[in-house]
């Protein structure tokens, strides 16, 4: 009777890196890598070298001296005594405003644009598609320069607002004022307010916003769990409580008591001389770069959220419209959340689009992180690496904050297999 062994295992030999196929792979990629490594690192000491010969050694020290400059958008005290850092902080503040508003208007108009699109009504149909085509045909940097000529030509001088029967009068009662030197609106203003956290001398945190964000964000967890303690008593009874007024007032009873505690009340923008006073100022740079970026952007995402539609079922539609839905209904609770697997990749890089193209406010000349940073602390301090360096850095980790943010989000609308 013969008996069967297994062979030998072979011995490692070094050879085998190279014509083993089992390890080929892994050795050309470890190669590679080295080598790009080896490369970057020469790059970057000859870089450092050459640097040093100039006399300009890298060093972030420039960023404490006094900046000089003046901003005049800014969420923080500032002024012109404060250091580059400060004038940074100040400047990426501008860009996040920007980029949060063009996000959130770029989305609610690109969903509206997006379903009006494959309306039935012919008009609407082609009134959108020529809303699309002629925003994402013409250069983001073209419309923030016409939005900036429309508001300064269009809208009234303050003067015009003086007088007993003046040519202007300001909107909603009496509390926001359309001028060609921008926008005035209420300011919110804490009368026992908690003051605020500074951080290097660099930025400040309000205690009174971290307290309602803390407390709107404890309100939502309330509201979620009344939510779901209502879904565990359908699926046990078949019956459903009524619980929109309780989660309602979970959410915005906290918040008004806190507002109430901090004496919260509204500062209203009142014209005292030349021009308005109090208030918040929204100048037309900043107004133009939204719009402009929003209204772009807002035709990627309709035709994002069109196929995103077209690629459900019409199954769906019908067997919705069977059970008597009718079509608003069908489309808010059947179709876009079907979608949302379809939109939510694509829509991801239409965000981060808007984030980088927020740098084209240099035109206008909004003063975000390009145009402090990257533009004037560059010219007065001839930092060159380092400040581009940081930008480069800095618009780095918001794309890949929003690109997080969004994934999970994805992830979470993932269809799960069973």
């Known amino acids: 009777m013969t008996t069967l062994t297994d062979p030998p295992a072979e011995s490692f030999k070094l050879s085998m890196l190279v014509y083993d196929t089992r390890y080929r792979s892994i050795t050309f990629q470890i190669i590679a890598l080295i080598a790009f ?22 060093s972030f020290g420039f960023l404490g001296n006094p900046a000089g400059y003046d901003i005049n958008q800014r969420l923080i005290e500032y002024d012109n ?43 609407i149909a082609r009134l959108m598609t020529v809303y699309v085509e002629m925003f994402r045909n013409v250069p983001v940097l073209m419309w923030i320069i016409l939005a900036m000529a429309v508001l300064i030509e269009g809208l009234p001088a303050p003067s015009a607002f003086r007088g007993d029967d003046p040519d202007s009068t300001m909107k909603l009662f009496d509390s926001v004022a359309l001028t060609n030197r921008g926008v005035y609106i209420p300011e919110p203003l804490f009368s026992r307010g908690l003051g605020d956290i500074s951080f290097f001398g ?64 509204l500062g209203y923008p009142e014209l005292r001389g030349f021009n308005f006073q109090g208030g918040t100022h929204m100048r037309n740079s900043l107004i133009a770069l939204w719009l402009a970026l929003s209204l772009y952007t807002a035709a990627f995402v309709a035709e994002i959220v069109r196929a995103g539609i077209l690629a459900i079922s019409a199954g769906q539609t019908e067997a919705a419209a069977a059970l008597g839905l009718r079509s608003n209904r069908i489309m808010s609770l059947v179709i876009l959340p079907q979608a949302l697997r379809v939109i939510i990749p ?27 940073l990257m533009g004037i602390t560059l010219n007065q301090t001839g930092r060159e690496l380092e400040t581009v360096l940081l930008g480069m850095a800095i618009y780095l980790v918001i794309s890949l904050i929003i690109s997080s943010v969004m994934n999970v989000y994805n992830e979470r609308k993932k269809l799960v297999e069973r």
């Open 346 to 372: 694509p829509l991801i890089s239409q965000y981060l689009n808007l984030t980088k193209n927020s740098s084209l406010a240099i035109a206008v000349g909004y003063m975000d992180i390009t145009g402090t």
């Open 202 to 265: 660099a930025f400040d945190i309000s205690v009174d916003l971290i307290a309602i964000l803390v407390v709107f964000i404890g309100s939502i967890w309330v509201s979620k769990r009344i939510g779901r303690k209502a879904d565990a008593t359908q699926e046990a009874t078949g019956v459903r409580p009524t619980t929109w007024h309780i989660r309602t007032a979970a959410v915005i009873l906290p918040t008004v008591i806190l507002l109430g505690i901090l004496g919260f009340h």
């Open 81 to 123: 005594q404060d250091t580059h850092l400060r004038a940074a902080f100040v400047g990426l503040l501008n860009t996040l405003l920007v980029a949060v508003l063009g996000c959130i208007t770029a989305t609610v108009i690109g969903v509206i644009v997006g379903v009006l699109r494959l309306s039935g009504n012919w008009l």
């Open 37 to 58: 490594l080896l490369f970057f690192g020469w790059l970057t000491l000859n870089t450092v070298q050459n640097l040093n010969d100039l006399g300009k050694e890298v």
